[in-house]
């Protein structure tokens, strides 16, 4: 009996080592591949190293975005038993300060992967990197943060969880600053620990390009704080405001009211991330006067002092009424500008044929991108002359019937008062790597010669006029002399015009004469003060002379000087064809002296031959009060040249209108 179960025992002992054999000659011959792979693939992975997102800089080199080295932290519930759920939960308790209940309670909602943490900092991660527990790992989830939060929100965008630009210079310059992510081989237990690397299989990750901004980061805070001032105070829906370098094309500083905070995207809406500087569209109204003026004066078609009757603010054309502010009679072409009349305007625009004016139009870059370095920008609409009614072109003139972006306006008027040059706008001044090496650095890019150097002068002169004596005296500064224009518009609502929404604007620039900032700003419906020369010139003015009083002496009046008006001269007469074909013509008023009038202390000057504006800007000066009699150049004073003066004393002028020709045919 005995030898029998001795029998047994030895072949299930045979039995069970021929098994064994036959197993592992499956898992080491016949298997053997395949099993190794799943080895491999368990044990040995590839992981990715991403690369360090390039950082941003402003222009003196302030940081704005840089990197945080944030960690993630996820478990495995199906891997953790009861016991081991309560230590992990009280451990990231004692670490992250919330509560245990919060951590359990989120351990047993799955049974799954859970993410415990998300983007913990560098510093509290390092609390847990020796702890150790089955189902628990971690990843690097690094954060972009954005140092200033919501400042120059619209120019610098933010990027999605999966670290892409999703807005502004993050979105267009992505692949730049993203860099090459790079790879590791990790060889792992059977519970997720790494054992070792493979450093000769390791692909280090290439860092992104750093960029460095035009923005001005002290210019860029103005702005905003000044605009968001604005809009509040005038109580409109919304605001925007560019300030630019006009004679690089370099954006110093870009922004809309109300802005948002990149660092937390998510809690804004799609219409407060909108950067309306490029994507909106609005008719400029009267800022658009000095391109048409332009146009006249580049092609000698209207001289300054040209007078126009302005109808005393109403005036029929083309059976559609053209209305002004103010009403005005007999004016020059410097006051057409000057009180903003779109009488005088349209009546002046005639002069020029319809296509001449498209092209100078167009020139400005109007109807077409400025190619800025920011997402979603819109061409505006600019029509065809073959697509104009009959009032098509008085209305442009006045900027009516065509929609501009702010930064297409703001370009054109750098094109305006820097020589006529214009440039296309930037936002990137330079490109550096990980090292300090510059890779590349912008330099200005001109598009074209709109006009000429003189006619350039000539318009600066005329916006500088606006703001001493016109619609822009709001943003006037006594140490720095101002120019600029005044808009204002109404909205185009469900097809017509509105009679309480408009867009309040001013276009500025300083110092006059050898301009270094031209600045716009646009307030969308502001409830008080609606004129832009009474909500966006006063804005205009705080930024300028905050910007000013940061650096007095950039800013002084030097040269090249601003010419004298009375320089310019034309000798032209009109019989340019209207759309409605009725003929205007013009003589030059060139009867007045292009000497300056000669202020000697205690001693009445000659002002005989002068402008009446002229004379009167002078008897201010001296203190004397006047009484005038007539229009047009002083051709008797009543207090002698050369007599002694006292300061209160009344002078009477009496003045005399220029001949004029035919301009009586409106």
Not at 54 to 59: E, F, S, T, V
Request: glycine share 8%; with cysteine.
């Amino acid at each position: 009996m005995n030898n029998k179960r001795a029998i047994w025992i030895v072949i299930f002992i045979f039995i069970f080592f021929g098994l064994l054999v036959v197993k592992l000659f499956d898992i080491q011959i016949i298997r053997s591949e395949e099993l190794k792979y799943y080895a491999n693939r368990q044990q040995k992975v590839i992981e990715t190293v991403h690369a360090e997102r390039g950082l941003i800089y402003d222009r003196n080199n302030v940081l704005l975005a840089y990197n945080r080295n944030d960690v993630s932290f996820y478990l495995d519930t199906r891997m953790v038993s009861e016991t081991n759920k309560k230590k992990i939960a009280q451990k990231f308790s004692n670490v992250f300060g919330e509560s245990y209940d919060h951590y359990y309670n989120l351990i047993n909602s799955s049974n799954k992967t859970i993410c415990l943490e998300k983007k913990a900092p560098a510093e509290k991660a390092d609390l847990l990197k020796n702890y150790k527990m089955n189902g628990l790992f971690d990843s690097e989830d690094p954060t972009r943060v954005y140092y200033y939060k919501d400042l120059a929100s619209y120019v610098l965008g933010y990027l999605d969880d999966n670290y892409h630009g999703v807005d502004g210079i993050a979105k267009t310059y992505d692949a730049v600053l993203a860099g090459q992510d790079g790879s590791m081989v990790v060889f792992r237990d059977a519970i997720g620990d790494m054992i070792t690397v493979a450093e000769q299989e390791a692909k280090p990750a290439i860092p992104g390009i750093n960029l460095v901004l035009t923005i001005d980061k002290t210019y860029q805070q103005i702005l905003e704080d000044e605009l968001n001032a604005g809009v509040k105070k005038y109580e409109g829906n919304s605001g925007v405001g560019i300030i630019m370098d006009p004679n690089t094309g370099e954006i110093l500083a870009l922004a809309n009211s109300g802005g948002y905070d990149p660092n937390e995207y998510w809690a804004y809406s799609d219409t407060a991330r909108r950067d309306r500087a490029v994507t909106d569209t609005y008719e400029p109204g009267s800022t658009f006067k000095s391109i048409s003026m332009a146009a006249l004066l580049d092609k000698n078609l209207v001289n300054e002092n040209q007078k126009v009757f302005a109808e005393n603010g109403v005036y029929k054309f083309e059976n559609v009424n053209i209305t002004d502010a103010h009403k005005l009679g007999w004016i020059t072409a410097q006051q057409v500008i000057e009180e903003s009349s779109n009488i005088g305007m349209s009546k002046l625009v005639v002069n020029i044929d319809d296509n001449t004016l498209y092209k100078y139009v167009r020139s400005f870059g109007f109807g077409t991108y400025t190619s800025i370095d920011l997402p979603g920008e819109v061409k505006g609409m600019l029509r065809k002359p073959n697509e104009w009614t009959p009032v098509s072109k008085a209305f442009l003139s006045f900027g009516y019937g065509i929609s501009v972006t702010p930064i297409q306006l703001v370009t054109a008027y750098c094109a305006l008062v820097n020589g006529g040059t214009l440039y296309q706008p930037q936002l990137v001044k330079r490109e550096i790597n990980h090292d300090g090496k510059i890779i590349s650095e912008s330099s200005p890019i001109k598009v074209r010669k709109v006009i000429s150097d003189e006619t350039s002068a000539r318009i600066r002169n005329l916006l500088v006029d606006v703001v001493k004596e016109g619609t822009g005296t709001n943003a006037q500064l006594n140490n720095v002399i101002i120019g600029g224009k005044t808009g204002t518009s109404q909205k185009l609502i469900d097809g017509h015009y509105s009679k309480e929404d408009y867009n309040s604007s001013f276009v500025g620039f300083f110092p006059a004469n050898n301009p270094k900032i031209v600045c716009l700003i646009l307030v969308n419906s502001p409830k008080d003060g609606r004129y832009g020369g009474l909500v966006a010139a006063p804005i205009f003015k705080n930024i300028a002379s905050r910007i000013i009083n940061l650096n007095p002496n950039n800013f002084e009046n030097s040269s090249p000087a601003i010419p004298e008006r009375n320089s310019y001269t034309s000798t032209y007469v009109s019989n340019q064809k209207s759309d409605n074909n009725n003929k205007y013509t013009f003589n030059n008023i060139n009867n007045q002296s292009t000497t300056p009038i000669v202020i000697k202390p205690g001693s009445m000057p000659d002002l005989k031959q002068f402008s009446l504006r002229e004379a009167i800007v002078t008897l201010s000066k001296i203190g004397l009060k006047y009484k005038v009699n007539g229009s047009g150049v002083v051709v008797e004073q009543s207090i002698l040249p050369g007599t002694n003066i006292r300061k209160g004393e009344y002078c009477e002028l009496f003045c005399k209108e220029p001949n004029l020709i035919g301009a009586t045919v409106y």
